[in-house]
T-cell receptor
Framework: AQSVAQPEDQVNVAEGNPLTVKCTYSVSGNPYLFWYVQYPNRGLQFLLKYITGDNLVKGSYGFEAEFNKSQTSFHLKKPSALVSDSALYFCAVRAPTNAGKSTFGDGTTLTVKP | DVKVTQSSRYLVKRTGEKVFLECVQDMDHENMFWYRQDPGLGLRLIYFSYDVKMKEKGDIPEGYSVSREKKERFSLILESASTNQTSMYLC???????????FGDGTRLSIL
């Protein structure tokens, strides 16, 4: 079985400050990990993924995420938040043997205030 | 860019109606998915298809069926719509392997 937890329903940061959106996972074997963003009345857009290799992965719009195997975490980060980063963020995990099916977290609403 | 198109952005139907939600992708992806999204519940997988005419139940298949007659098209069917099926429905596709899913913009379905 595979599962994802996003422990914070909401994250609030001031523009220009660093942001972190947390994600922990549970899966058998080495995970494939993904972050997606959803703007109002839109579908999810892919931000970045970890498959193998360097634990720090970089993605779209200046976002990055750090894979930590011992803590089973994959936190999303950005050094300097923008108001336009305000959106709903989803973490997802997939076991390589799981025929393409990912399990998504419940989502974290990020609000960046000017 | 991959494009996943859902036929309707907003749909209003009546209880007991048979409802069809259509999804088309233009990248020859093997896998297609239907999710429903409800506040506080994240994305829940309804059905998954890994090839034409092949399907697999997701976490919440009750009250739904699917059809995949052609590789690019994946239809979700509400056999007899009920008010608890009022939700946002998202379609996605992926080539599988290490690749992410690509999502449509969703259909907001209201059952009255």
């Amino acid at each position: 079985a595979q599962s994802v937890a996003q422990p914070e329903d909401q994250v609030n940061v001031a523009e220009g400050n660093p942001l972190t959106v947390k994600c922990t996972y549970s899966v058998s074997g080495n995970p494939y990990l993904f972050w997606y963003v959803q703007y109002p009345n839109r579908g999810l857009q892919f931000l970045l993924k970890y498959i193998t290799g360097d634990n720090l992965v970089k993605g779209s719009y200046g976002f990055e995420a750090e894979f930590n195997k011992s803590q089973t975490s994959f936190h999303l980060k950005k050094p300097s938040a923008l108001v336009s980063d305000s959106a709903l963020y989803f973490c997802a995990v997939r076991a390589p043997t799981n025929a393409g099916k990912s399990t998504f977290g419940d989502g974290t609403t990020l609000t960046v205030k000017p | 860019d991959v494009k996943v198109t859902q036929s309707s952005r907003y749909l209003v139907k009546r209880t007991g109606e048979k409802v069809f939600l259509e999804c088309v992708q233009d990248m020859d992806h093997e896998n297609m998915f239907w999710y429903r999204q409800d506040p506080g519940l994240g994305l829940r997988l309804i059905y998954f298809s890994y090839d034409v005419k092949m399907k697999e139940k997701g976490d919440i298949p009750e009250g739904y069926s699917v059809s995949r007659e052609k590789k690019e098209r994946f239809s979700l069917i509400l056999e007899s719509a009920s008010t608890n099926q009022t939700s946002m429905y998202l379609c996605a596709s992926s080539p599988g392997g290490r690749q992410p899913q690509h999502f449509g913009d969703g259909t907001r379905l209201s059952i009255l």
